[in-house]
């Protein structure tokens, strides 16, 4: 089993920035992906950015140039670094990590994929305007 701590959540103003942190502990050597999904009030919850155990992040359109993903597989963490923070990017965003070596690949081929089996409770950024 794997258990999932988020930090670093708080409030910041538009166009400001903030980091987010987690780290896992448990069976840390089986995640082959770790990722950041951010759930917005009233709006579904979307896999804002991940990262494989290769170090290649990927992030949704609605992030990209603006968050940055990383991993220390050293101490089995993953840290969201977020920049020209904007008020939709107000969300619980949680910490989540898959053991499913083909999690990944069938999100290329398919462009859709199932959600990751291991999730944090989520620490909450407020973006004011």
């Known amino acids: 089993q794997v258990q999932l701590v988020e930090s670093g959540g708080g409030l910041v103003q538009a166009g400001g920035s903030l980091s987010v942190s987690c780290v896992a502990s448990?069976?840390?050597?089986?995640?082959?992906?770790m990722g950041w999904y951010r759930q917005a009030p009233g709006k579904q919850r979307e896999l804002a950015a991940w990262?494989?155990?290769?170090?290649?992040?990927n992030y949704a359109d609605s992030v990209k140039g603006r968050f940055t993903i990383s991993r220390d597989h050293g101490e089995n963490s993953v840290y969201l670094h977020m920049s020209s923070l904007k008020p939709e990017d107000t969300a619980v965003y949680y910490c989540?990590?898959?053991?499913?070596?083909?999690?990944?690949?069938?999100?290329?081929?398919?462009?859709?994929?199932?959600?990751?089996?291991?999730w944090g409770k989520g620490t909450l950024v407020t973006v004011s305007s």
């Open positions: 990262i494989t155990s290769g170090g290649i992040a």
């Open positions: 448990g069976s840390g050597r089986s995640i082959h992906v």
């Open positions: 989540a990590a898959e053991n499913n070596p083909l999690w990944a690949l069938k999100l290329k081929r398919t462009g859709t994929s199932d959600n990751m089996t291991y």
